[in-house]
């Protein structure tokens, strides 16, 4: 419901003391007098302001499918109250079974794939007769054996990277053996007996490439087993989600399906959540849209809705304050609203919160959410009103400030001047000018907070053409 121009009230059954206006000045029948003046005394008055306002309720859950598939059964009726945790559809999607058995395949055969593979020690070498260095057979079967473990790996990514790290370190390994081939047939005895030393240095550096070699395996096979685990684990929510269940206590309203011709994107999106909670006012009726009525057997898409259930035990008010009136409003304010579907009712509310992210208004200026609690409503006869229902527009009148003994005087008393509120006062026989400050503002009457006392005469009518001095009776 879009803004109103907010307007100040007395409420119903405030009882207001009407001051008595007296014609004090002369005039005829024909010649109405154009200033009245009235006393000054005391009276309740009371602030109220108007504003436009929506019946939220207390929860509100739309259920979705989680994926493509046909509606196998449906437990419950449009209007239906049920309770939290009951079964309300059943969903059947070969597509999401098919899903979940490919995923314990595939984490089945990362667990299979076995400890991390260990290439051995660092490689030794030893300097044969006729001076050929030749490489120790260990490293041989240890490069063979992380091959034949790197081939079991199941993701086809993981496995080419591990390969070419082998690729890579048994080309290094080689041409290490080359260029010590090569240094060891010009070394004569006296080098001989360093080549030792020599040797122990780059067995050491090709020790230590094994063992990162090895390190990023083990890496490389634990992320794998990890993301089969969580594979497996989001086809398993999803497949639980196709028995939907209420999260909570409600009616339900039946949903539209799509007729499920669109691909299904279900693989690509985590997915298992079944329905989301919403807060009041912003749930989902589950009838947008166009498409089929959800019904035994009808194809659904995953996201389509299936079921939306509304919590209606307690519900409240969602008001739009303008921002000139919203700063007056405080936290168990009372107000009363009343509804186009329930004319002649008013329901009892209270203020409960006050918010503070503005919303545009259609008039460009901002207004503030202000949420209420709803009483039970009653007509002028004293029957009860019927309950509303969530969606329903209101217009609610909160009380912003009370005074039941003010100085008051009649709002028509009250002329505006730049910043200033002013009062024409009698004093001596003379109009004078006087400058008060304003309380609680009513329809009527206006609390006067100084400037005034009670007994003192003041122009209440004509006063905007009353000048200073002027006589007055």
């Not at 309770?83 to 899903?99: C, H, M, N, T, V």
């Not at 057997?297 to 079921?307: E, F, I, K, S, W």
């Not at 921002?323 to 107000?335: C, F, H, N, S, Y």
């Not at 200026?365 to 409503?377: D, I």
């Amino acid at each position: 419901m879009g803004h109103v121009t907010i307007r100040r009230g007395i409420p119903p059954l405030v009882p207001v003391l009407l001051l008595t206006v007296l014609l004090l000045t002369s005039c005829t029948a024909d010649e109405p007098s154009p200033v009245r003046l009235d006393t000054v005394r005391r009276a309740p008055v009371t602030e109220v302001v108007e504003a436009p306002a929506t019946v939220a309720a207390r929860a509100t859950a739309t259920l979705r499918s989680p994926a493509q598939g046909t509606v196998r059964k449906l437990y419950v009726r449009d209007g239906q109250r049920v309770d939290k945790g009951q079964i309300l559809a059943k969903i059947s999607s070969p597509q999401a079974e098919d899903q979940l058995r490919q995923a314990r395949e595939a984490s089945r055969t990362a667990s299979r794939s076995g400890p991390p593979v260990r290439l051995g020690g660092a490689p030794a070498f030893r300097l044969a007769s006729g001076l050929e260095v030749r490489s120790d057979p260990r490293v041989r079967r240890g490069f063979a054996k992380a091959r034949a473990a790197a081939r079991e790996v199941g993701d086809p990514k993981v496995r080419k990277q591990l390969l070419a790290a082998l690729d890579a370190a048994e080309a290094q390994h080689r041409a290490h053996q080359e260029a010590l081939a090569k240094a060891a047939r010009g070394l004569t005895d006296s080098l001989n007996r360093s080549l030792g030393q020599a040797l122990s240095q780059v067995t050491s550096q090709l020790s230590a490439g094994l063992g990162g070699l090895s390190a990023s395996m083990a890496s490389l096979q634990k992320a794998s087993r990890a993301q089969a685990k969580a594979a497996v684990a989001v086809a398993r929510r999803t497949v639980d989600g196709l028995t939907v269940k209420a999260p909570f206590g409600g009616i339900v309203t039946l949903g539209r399906a799509s007729g499920g011709g669109a691909p299904d994107l279900s693989a690509l999106l985590p997915q298992g959540i079944a329905g989301a909670a919403q807060l009041p006012g912003s749930g989902s009726s589950g009838r947008s849209g166009s498409g089929t009525a959800i019904a035994v057997g009808v194809p659904v898409a995953a996201g389509d809705t299936v079921v939306t259930v509304t919590d209606v035990s307690e519900l409240t008010l969602s008001a739009d304050v303008d921002e000139t009136d919203v700063l007056l409003v405080e936290r168990e304010a009372k107000a009363e609203a009343e509804f186009d579907a329930v004319p002649g009712g008013v329901y009892p509310a209270e203020v409960t919160g006050v918010g503070v992210t503005p919303l545009e208004g259609a008039t460009g200026g901002a207004s503030y959410p202000v949420q209420l609690s709803l009483g039970a409503g009653r007509f002028d006869d004293g029957s009860r009103a019927p309950a509303p229902k969530p969606g329903m527009s209101a217009v609610v009148r909160l009380t912003v400030r009370e005074s039941p003994d003010a100085v008051a005087v009649p709002s028509s008393a009250i002329v505006t001047s730049g910043r200033d509120s002013v009062v024409w006062v009698v004093r001596g026989g003379a109009a004078e000018r006087r400058v008060v400050r304003l309380g609680a503002q009513g329809e009527s009457m206006v609390e006067i907070l100084s400037g005034l006392s009670p007994g003192e005469r003041v122009v209440v009518r004509g006063a905007d053409t009353v000048r200073q001095g002027q006589p007055l009776p």
